[in-house]
């Protein structure tokens, strides 16, 4: 499975994006679809994962309320509406695959299987 993330950018405080991650190859794979950030010297976390069949999302406590998740299955394609956005926020985001129903959490890097490459978002204060 390949991944091809998009949409990050530079927003004010308070402003949104919205973050989409198209899936190619092995698609019929998918079990859900995950997104992590990242900043510079500190660890990849968790964000919000949706799972393909049921659309059962889940979310990191620092964005509920802020962001959203969706997927569409025909374009293997899963979005993160990010809303309100605050300066903490801003890092490299991740998408993610998640092949099975592993027994892991969905918001443990041990549970996805193939990353994206990373889209930069930036919000200034």
């Known amino acids: 499975v390949q991944l091809q993330a998009s949409g990050g950018g530079l927003v004010q405080a308070g402003g949104f994006l919205r973050l989409s991650c198209a899936a190619s190859?092995?698609?019929?794979?998918?079990?859900?679809m995950g997104w992590f950030r990242q900043v510079p010297g500190k660890e990849r976390e968790f964000v919000a994962a949706i799972s393909w069949s049921s659309g059962s999302s889940y979310f990191a406590d620092s964005v509920k309320g802020r962001f959203t998740i969706s997927r569409d299955n025909a374009k293997n394609t899963v979005y993160l509406q990010m809303n309100s956005l605050k300066p903490e926020d801003t890092a490299v985001y991740y998408c993610a695959v998640r092949r099975r129903p592993y027994s892991n959490s969905w918001s443990t890097l041990l549970g996805y299987d193939y990353w994206g490459q990373g889209t930069q978002v930036t919000v200034s204060s």
């Open positions: 190859g092995s698609t019929f794979s998918i079990y859900g």
